[in-house]
């Protein structure tokens, strides 16, 4: 199989505030191959962001990324210097955050951010980079791009502003555009087009995407991997089809219910209670409090992932024999003796 393009290893980002030790993203991995489009999910402030701008060294203080790997054709872009860094964001990964405008020099005309953009990447002159840039609104679905380009960002719709940080990404050629809730806050027309689009450079370029979304409907539109975040971790991931037919976290399983889907479009059961403050994150299974199958094991240890083949993986101790086993053998246990109960339950694993 070829080498991935992107391999996370045990990513950790913590935000050190006055409040204390915020564990925004704990220990999350996974891979992404040349060409793959995968979407991350998960409730407000499960750290689908700060993973991503994890991924990419986008992380400011008080934020710091403590722990782990992101290889990058096999290169840790943790352990890349400055010159690296600055080669591998302009050339090799692509980023659209969320709010075009905030992303788009309000004195600058979207042409000239443009171009500068392409002549970043390539040895151009001015008027070649104009038109590649031409080219580029073009591609993606700008109606008339020899105006559009000498307009200001505020002349811009929010869709053709979204659109317009796609072009700019895209001067790259980049290998992987990681995309931040690229489609939120515009109507569902200009969404659609947009999913097209993205859908539409991925195989012609053969560019693989990271996207981030709270609407489970457009990543099952576009994706062919799912993640499912929760409290910082990753709580599920596999191939899309097999997480939404058969999820095997509770919480995925409850997501799923929670949020509007093209095969259940009323039923929303909105999940009880809320998510943990990640400043004092429970032990053990960070869901553990909200979850309708969690038994003692689950405040102790950290889920182990379990894997149900392919890739699919869940990060639950309901899927593991100890859990089977704490049913017969219910195991109290003083809140004060984690350390022995830790020690147990390996040795039953
Ligand atoms: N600058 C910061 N200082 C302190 N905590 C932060 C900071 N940025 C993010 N966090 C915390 O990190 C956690 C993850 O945030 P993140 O923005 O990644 O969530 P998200 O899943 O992208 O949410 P949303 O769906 O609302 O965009 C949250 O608990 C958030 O409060
Ligand atoms: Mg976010």
């Not at 370029?205 to 499912?228: K, P």
């Amino acid at each position: 199989m070829a080498e991935p393009l992107l391999e996370v290893e045990n990513l950790t980002t913590q935000f050190h505030t006055d409040e204390g030790t915020v564990s925004a993203v704990d220990g999350i991995s996974y891979t992404v191959d040349p060409g793959e489009i995968v979407g991350i999910v998960g409730e407000s402030g499960s750290g689908k962001s700060v993973s991503v701008r994890s991924v990419v060294r986008l992380i400011d203080s008080p934020g710091r990324i403590e722990g782990g790997h992101v290889y990058w054709k096999g290169t840790d872009i943790l352990r890349m210097d400055a010159d690296e860094l600055r080669s591998l964001r302009g050339d090799e990964i692509a980023m659209v955050f969320q709010d075009p405008r905030e992303a788009l020099d309000p004195a600058q005309t979207v042409g000239a951010q443009i171009i500068e953009a392409v002549r970043a990447h390539r040895d151009v002159t001015k008027r070649e980079g104009r038109d590649r840039a031409i080219e580029l609104l073009t591609e993606v679905g700008i109606a008339n791009p020899s105006e559009a380009i000498s307009q200001y960002p505020h002349e811009y719709s929010g869709g053709m502003a979204q659109r317009a940080l796609i072009a700019m990404a895209l001067a790259s050629e980049p290998d992987l555009l990681i995309a931040d809730e690229p489609t939120t806050g515009l109507d569902v027309t200009i969404q659609a087009q947009l999913l097209d689009l993205l859908r539409e450079l991925q195989q012609r370029r053969d560019m693989a995407i990271v996207m981030i979304s709270h609407d489970l409907g457009v990543v099952s539109e576009l994706c062919e991997t799912l993640i499912v975040m929760y409290a910082g971790r990753i709580a599920e991931q596999g191939a899309i089809e097999e997480v939404l037919a058969s999820p095997k976290h509770p919480y995925t399983r409850l997501f799923f219910e929670s949020v509007p889907r093209v095969d259940n479009p009323d039923a929303l059961e909105p999940i009880a209670g809320s998510p943990p403050n990640l400043a004092s994150p429970p032990s053990g299974c960070r869901f553990r409090d909200r979850c309708p199958e969690a038994k003692p094991l689950c405040a102790h240890d950290r889920p182990p992932e379990v894997e149900f083949g392919n890739g699919h993986r869940a990060a639950c101790f309901a899927s593991t024999e100890e859990y089977r086993d704490s049913d017969a053998v219910p195991r109290p246990r003083p809140e004060n003796d984690l350390e022995t109960d830790a020690a147990a339950t390996e040795v039953s694993e």
